[in-house]
């Protein structure tokens, strides 16, 4: 009974450095999202998806890339981290009462 | 410019005794209205919901409460126990968006 699983739980990136954050579910939710938890802000959306080849820009999108080919992966790409981009990293499937989050991804950018 | 305020960072309650938890919204725009309760080292729960046109929602030990002209939400928790210590998040839903906006937390701790 999986859920949605994120990888890696853990990761320290240098500055410049490029990365991909991994998420999947196995529901056949159509909707999944990205976002970002910072101490004193909450949670804040990066990206979503609808569906299958179709993504839209959050809150925060600025810095990260996602792409949509199947139902159940959602990665989150970091082009080039900053350090402002440490936190932690949370994909979610499905939406409102019916959202599962993962268990976050720490990121840290020195 | 925080659409969803959760003022207070914190609160303690006695176990058996009722919790509150309060969230503010400025948009006039949020047509939905939920709580997530979050542990450390895992992602956020789905707690209750509630729809802009309904005034409150009660899911056994829970109820949440929606005052739209005031533009302001609370969470009951009554009665309090110690696995209810966690941090709890209001959201709100823009209508005809899929978007949720969240508040900032507030860590609730419920002493045995």
């Known amino acids: 009974n999986a859920g949605v699983t994120q990888t890696p739980k853990f990761q320290v990136l240098k500055t410049g450095q490029s990365m991909t954050l991994q998420c999947a579910q196995d529901m056949n939710h159509e909707y999944m999202s990205w976002y970002r938890q910072d101490p004193g802000m909450g949670l804040r959306l990066i990206h979503y998806s609808v569906g299958a080849g179709i993504t839209d820009q959050g809150e925060v999108p600025n810095g990260y890339n996602v792409s949509r080919s199947t139902t159940e992966d959602f990665p989150l790409r970091l082009l080039s981290a900053a350090p402002s981009q440490t936190s932690v990293y949370f994909c979610?499937?499905?939406?409102?009462?019916?959202?599962?989050f993962g268990q976050g991804t720490r990121l840290t950018v020195v | 410019d925080q659409q969803v305020k959760q003022n207070s960072p914190s609160l303690s309650v006695q176990e058996g005794r009722i919790s509150i938890l309060n969230c503010d919204y400025t948009n006039s725009m949020f047509d939905y209205f939920l709580w997530y309760k979050k542990y450390p080292a895992e992602g956020p729960t789905f707690l209750i919901s509630?729809?802009?046109?309904?005034d409150k929602n009660e899911d056994g030990r829970f109820t949440v409460f929606l005052n739209k002209s005031a533009k302001h939400l609370s969470l009951h928790i009554v009665p309090s126990q110690p696995g209810d210590s966690a941090v709890y998040f209001c959201?709100?839903?823009?209508?005809?968006?899929?978007?949720?906006?969240f508040g900032k937390g507030m860590k609730l701790t419920v002493n045995p």
């Open positions: 979610a499937s499905g939406r409102d009462s019916e959202a599962f």
């Open positions: 959201a709100a839903r823009l209508g005809g968006s899929e978007k949720l906006v």
């Open positions: 509630i729809s802009s046109i309904k």
